[in-house]
C-alpha cells in the first residue's frame, strides 16, 4: 500500500467520525489498478493457452506424457503454467506481457533445478519465445519455442541450434487437448483390447498378431515355475499342435501406472495339446509398458490350474 492511500483511509475514517452520513470519499483500489494495467490488447495475447490440458507427444504417436494447468493470476496479468509429467518431472512457468519492453517474458523452473527465460511475442497468430543457454560444454544452444492456437488445442513445438541459428533440431512438439477424466481410461481400453486381442491370437495360432504384440524380452512364468521366451510361444503356435475350444478371459481389470499397464483376469483354457484334452482355468497378470511402436506385452505371470470348485 503506498502512503498516499494510506493517508487517504485515516483522512476518511477520520471525515466520517465527524461528519458522518455527509462523506463520500473514493479511495483509489490497489486491486483495481492491478487490474486495469493488464487489460491491454497485448496483455492477452497468450490467453489461447490458458485451461486444464492432458500433454501428448507427437512425435511419439500422441504418448499421453503430461498434465498441464494453466491459468492467469495476479489480477489477470501473469500466465501460470504447471507442469507434471508421467515420469515425475515437474515444472511452473510464469508468462507476463512486459509494457517496458513491449515483448513477453517467460521464467521456467522446474523441480530438477533447471532454470529456463524466454523472450519474444505475438507473430502470425503464433507466440514465439526465444533463449539462449549455455551448455555444459559451454557452448550457446538457441532455443524457440512456438505456441499455436488450433481446434483441438494447443501445439507447442520447441527447436534447437548450436551453430547460431542456420541449423534447427527438434527439442519437443506437444499437443494440448482439454484434460478429460477419460484419459486413463482410453489407455486402460487400449490395454484390455489389445489383451482380449492377443488371447484371441493364440486360440487361433495367430503367430503374426502375438508377433507384434509381444515384445522382443518378453517372458512368462507359469504357476509351477516354467518360464517361455517369445520364440517359444512363436514356434508353440506356428506347431499347431494346440487346438483350442476355449481361450477366452473373464474379470479383467487394467491398472495404468504412466507407461506402464497390468491386466489381471482369469482364463478359461480348454483344447487338445497333440491330440490329449485339456481344461483348466488360471489367474493371470500381464504387465504391458508403453514404447513409441505402442503398447507392448512384456511380462506375464499365471497361477497353478484353480480346482473346480474356484472356478
Not at 452520513?21 to 495475447?45: K, L, Y
Not at 496479468?77 to 509429467?85: A, H
Not at 513477453?104 to 497468430?125: K, Y
Not at 487338445?272 to 481344461?279: A, I, L, Q, R, V
Request: negative net charge; contains cysteine.
Amino acid at each position: 500500500m503506498t502512503s498516499d492511500n494510506h493517508w487517504s483511509r485515516i483522512c476518511c475514517v477520520l471525515f466520517l467520525a465527524v461528519f458522518s452520513g455527509i462523506a463520500n470519499c473514493t479511495v483509489p483500489s490497489p486491486i483495481s489498478a492491478a487490474t486495469e494495467a493488464c487489460m491491454s490488447p497485448e496483455n492477452h495475447q497468450f490467453d489461447f493457452w490458458a485451461g486444464d490440458w492432458d500433454v501428448f507427444d507427437l512425435a511419439e504417436a500422441d504418448k499421453y506424457v503430461a498434465h498441464v494447468q494453466v491459468d492467469r493470476i495476479l489480477g489477470g496479468c501473469v500466465l501460470r503454467e504447471d507442469y507434471q509429467d508421467t515420469n515425475g518431472h515437474k515444472g511452473q512457468s510464469f508468462s507476463i506481457f512486459d509494457a517496458s519492453h513491449k515483448q513477453w517474458h517467460q521464467s521456467w523452473v522446474t523441480n530438477r533445478g533447471q532454470l529456463l527465460l524466454l523472450n519474444g511475442g505475438l507473430q502470425s497468430g503464433e507466440m514465439v519465445l526465444t533463449a539462449v543457454e549455455r551448455t555444459t560444454e559451454g557452448k550457446d544452444k538457441q532455443i524457440r519455442g512456438t505456441w499455436k492456437a488450433l481446434d483441438e488445442g494447443v501445439r507447442e513445438t520447441a527447436v534447437t541450434s548450436l551453430d547460431g541459428g542456420t541449423t534447427w533440431a527438434l527439442w519437443f512438439d506437444l499437443m494440448f487437448k482439454p484434460h478429460s477424466t477419460t484419459a486413463a481410461s482410453k489407455d486402460q481400453e487400449t490395454v484390455a483390447g489389445l489383451d482380449t486381442q492377443y488371447q484371441a491370437a493364440v486360440k487361433v495360432n495367430d503367430a503374426a498378431t502375438m508377433d507384434r504384440i509381444l515384445a522382443d524380452d518378453f517372458t512368462l512364468v507359469t504357476g509351477s515355475g516354467k518360464t517361455y521366451s517369445k520364440a517359444d510361444l512363436l514356434t508353440e503356435a506356428r506347431s499347431g499342435n494346440f487346438h483350442y475350444e476355449h481361450q477366452e478371459d473373464t474379470d479383467q481389470t487394467v491398472r495404468i501406472w504412466g507407461d506402464t499397464a497390468v491386466v489381471t483376469a482369469k482364463l478359461w483354457e480348454k483344447g487338445t495339446n497333440n491330440g490329449k484334452p485339456f481344461d483348466y482355468t488360471v489367474w493371470f497378470s500381464d504387465t504391458y509398458v508403453r514404447t513409441p511402436a505402442g503398447w507392448r506385452y512384456v511380462f506375464g505371470q499365471s497361477s497353478l490350474p484353480l480346482p473346480k470348485t474356484a472356478q
